[in-house]
């Protein structure tokens, strides 16, 4: 599963989790696309529960819409990653010392209230 929400003008949360279809990997880009347009100095709240590898199809779906997602990096200015698997956690920090002036920092996933936080104010 893999759900776009925009609870704020300038947040979109993303949701995912087990294994991911083409169908819904396109969908899910798409709506991220769509919800992303507007955002200035956006926020960015991803949790990922029960993940599973995507299947080639979504993978491939994926790459086709890269430099789009690309170009929506420079919307938001941070990215808090709630994961219940430590090696997730790692890489999206390691990820995120690769992207100049985007922040990411992960969460174990019962730590919604400072992943809340750290959006707003930057410390957790």
Same mark, same amino acid.
């Given at each position: &599963?893999?759900?776009?929400?925009? @609870? $704020? @003008?300038?947040?979109? #949360?993303? !949701?995912?989790?087990?294994?991911? =279809?083409? $169908? $819904? &990997? /396109?969908? +899910?880009? !798409? #709506?991220l696309l769509e919800m992303s347009q507007d955002v200035n100095k956006g926020t960015m709240l991803y949790t990922i529960? =029960?993940?599973?590898? @995507? !299947?080639? +199809?979504?993978? %491939?779906?994926? &790459?086709?819409r890269l430099p789009k997602l690309f170009g929506l990096l420079g919307r938001f200015d941070?990215?808090?990653?709630? =994961? !219940?698997a430590a090696w997730l956690r790692t890489a999206a920090e390691v990820e995120g010392a690769f992207i100049p002036g985007f922040d990411i920092k /992960?969460? #174990?996933?019962?730590?919604? $209230? %400072? /992943?809340e936080a750290w959006l707003k104010t930057g410390m957790a």
């Open positions: &599963m893999l759900t776009i929400t925009k @609870p $704020e @003008p300038n947040r979109v #949360d993303i !949701d995912l989790s087990g294994k991911i =279809s083409s $169908e $819904e &990997m /396109a969908q +899910g880009l !798409d #709506d529960t =029960s993940f599973a590898f @995507p !299947d080639l +199809g979504a993978i %491939a779906v994926e &790459m086709a941070r990215c808090a990653v709630l =994961s !219940d /992960a969460f #174990d996933l019962g730590e919604r $209230e %400072a /992943a």
